[in-house]
């Protein structure tokens, strides 16, 4: 989006994150403008964008990826 409106503050905050190689975690309500901030972010830092939606049948295998046990029943 071309015409994005930066928030000053927060820009910072996101960026300060980044350089210390540390996550972006963002939370809101729906509608907020989380999403499209952070991929507005990556895109002018030509870095990946990636969403992951936490909700009850988020587990951790999810996230960081790995195996899981099942029941053979």
Known sequence: MPNYRWQAKRLKSALQALNRGRP?????PAGTGKTEFIKQVAAKLGRAFVRVQFDASLEAYHVIGGERVRSAT
């Open 24 to 28: 972006i975690w963002l939370g809101g």
